[in-house]
């Protein structure tokens, strides 16, 4: 089992480099915000992963962490900054 | 038997991992992109921490992982919306 | 542990850090530059869990990957994306050859200081005895996390300082003038994606600071996923953000270098050495402190992020109130909306599509 969890780590970081030619190619910053999300889903997964494999319970809590401050990520590539006040 | 169980999901978890960003590279533009990073929240994560929480067999755990899956699903939804909803306003012009 | 497929996970690792670090620097274009280095920040959380050392990569992954990254957005700012970028990088010179070469060479002699500490590191002596010296005080140090124990105990007094620098930050934040102006109404979709995300966050930022005794976490890494939650918020287009207003917010600011001086002066007082804990008491004293400590680092992280002073600061009460837009830019405190909290999922206050 425990070989089946690092082969499954590393078949997660190949699919996280193949994110990464995104990140480092993609035409728009959209598609680098994009492939961004990607790569933090994967480094979730990945995290998961290594938590039981490494046996470090607390890697799972990195995990959350992760996933949640990737939201916060994408939510302040795409919010538009108030020019003036409105009225 | 868990553990064959648990393993299965995992692979099939990492399928869609690939496909995602397979998917990722090869798509047109942008917005057809969008549908391959869902594949990998969705499917990619849940199946993985389906496998990892029959593998762990603890209370706690299972409810940390499935909280993840559920935060991952919430949030990547969301995000998708924002980036698309961003892009589409760049191209149109404000 | 090292099986081949882990020694493959772990080059591939090394790649893709080497690889966005440099792309991060080689680009021109700002923002693009800075989603590269918000991905670099996931990728080195994977290699510190991989390193066996989670407090660090929650604070990596806290700091690192998402706040820095919503930091530099925002102060980056501008919706063009490449076309400002590279209109504001037109007119820069490029660093003359002189600039060039000393700059180059002080990054060798850093690299080369670097080698020589990892080429000394593994000669396995000394740290061991590090971690002997730890392990073999951790029952008297009031936690039974080695981090913490070495953070908030052993090493008190390089927290307290630690603590005195993000006061100064925090000044220095506030020199830079007025806070930015907020963010317009981000949609429905968001909206409801912060209404769960927030009290998740700020539920994990306690359950972060409760465990930070006995496993992986601590003031640091709750105070950053707090400050996150405040961002949410911001970033949403509340006014109410959940920063304090006027003498609470500079209470709350000084709370963590306040706290922790006091707990050090009263210990003297009792004739102990300064942040010397009684062993009975050390576990109490330390979450105390700790949990000043994670509210005065939420404060700085949120401040940073507005980017300035925020406009209620000088108020007496934290209430929002209506004040008219001024014609001339600087002393005009920007009016806060009077609906304040209460538009929930309501687009009333800007004129931005549903």
């Given at each position: 089992m425990s070989e089946l969890l690092a082969v499954s780590a590393l078949i997660l970081m190949?699919?996280?480099?193949?994110?990464?030619?995104?990140?480092?190619?993609?035409?728009?910053?959209?598609?680098?915000?994009?492939?961004?999300?990607?790569?933090?889903?994967?480094?979730?997964?990945?995290?998961?992963?290594?938590?039981?494999?490494l046996e470090q319970p607390a890697l799972i809590d990195v995990a959350l962490i992760l996933a949640l401050l990737a939201a916060v990520a994408a939510a302040a590539f795409t919010g538009q900054a108030r020019e003036a006040k409105h009225d | 038997m868990i553990d064959a169980v648990s393993a299965g999901l995992i692979v099939l978890g990492l399928g869609f991992y690939l496909a995602g960003s397979i998917g990722l590279l090869r798509l047109p533009d942008l917005y057809s992109r969008l549908h391959a990073l869902t594949k990998a929240d969705n499917l990619g994560l849940g199946l993985l921490t389906a496998g990892l929480a029959l593998h762990s067999q603890e209370l706690f755990t299972i409810a940390k992982l499935l909280l993840i899956w559920l935060a991952v699903l919430a949030a990547g939804a969301a995000s998708a919306h924002l980036i698309a909803r961003h892009a589409r306003r760049q191209e149109t012009g404000r | 542990m090292n099986t081949p497929s882990l020694l493959a996970f772990d080059g591939l690792l090394l790649i893709s850090i080497v690889s966005l670090a440099w792309a991060a620097l080689a680009t021109r274009d700002a923002r693009r530059s800075v989603i590269l280095f918000m991905a670099f920040g996931l990728v080195l959380a994977l290699a510190w869990g991989r390193l066996l050392a989670p407090d660090v990569a929650l604070a990596e992954a806290a700091i690192g990957a998402g706040l820095s990254g919503a930091l530099l957005l925002a102060a980056v700012g501008g919706q063009q994306g490449a076309r400002s970028g590279s209109a504001q990088n037109a007119g820069h010179a490029d660093p003359q050859p002189a600039v060039r070469w000393a700059v180059t060479l002080l990054c060798a002699g850093v690299a080369g200081i670097l080698g020589w500490a990892l080429l000394e590191s593994f000669d396995s002596s000394a740290r061991d005895t590090l971690a002997q010296a730890v392990a073999a005080n951790l029952a008297s140090s009031g936690v039974s996390n080695p981090v913490t124990a070495v953070l908030l105990n052993f090493r008190a007094y390089d927290t307290l300082l630690e603590l005195a620098v993000l006061l100064t930050a925090v000044l220095g934040i506030f020199a830079l003038g007025q806070a930015r102006p907020g963010y317009r109404f981000a949609g429905p979709v968001f909206d409801s994606l912060a209404r769960w995300l927030v009290p998740l966050l700020i539920l994990t930022a306690g359950h972060l600071l409760w465990v930070g005794a006995h496993a992986p976490g601590g003031a640091f890494q709750a105070g950053a996923t707090l400050a996150a939650a405040a961002v949410v918020l911001r970033l949403a287009g509340h006014s109410h953000i959940g920063l304090p207003a006027g003498s609470v917010l500079r209470l709350v600011m000084v709370a963590g270098v306040a706290v922790f001086l006091l707990v050090g002066v009263t210990l003297l007082a009792l004739g102990r050495p300064f942040l010397g804990y009684p062993p009975a008491w050390a576990g109490t004293l330390i979450l105390v402190i700790e949990s000043a400590a994670m509210l005065s680092i939420a404060a700085t992280l949120v401040l940073a992020f507005l980017g300035g002073r925020p406009q209620a600061l000088w108020q007496a009460t934290g209430a929002?109130?209506?004040?008219?837009?001024?014609?001339?830019?600087?002393?005009?405190?920007?009016?806060?909306?009077?609906?304040?909290?209460?538009?929930?999922?309501?687009?009333?206050e800007e004129q931005s599509r549903c």
């Open positions: 190949f699919s996280l480099l193949l994110g990464l030619l995104r990140v480092l190619r993609g035409p728009g910053p959209g598609d680098r915000m994009l492939a961004a999300q990607l790569i933090g889903t994967s480094g979730v997964g990945i995290l998961l992963l290594l938590g039981v494999l | - | 929002a109130e209506s004040v008219p837009p001024a014609a001339t830019a600087t002393p005009a405190a920007l009016p806060e909306d009077s609906s304040g909290a209460a538009t929930h999922g309501v687009c009333k």
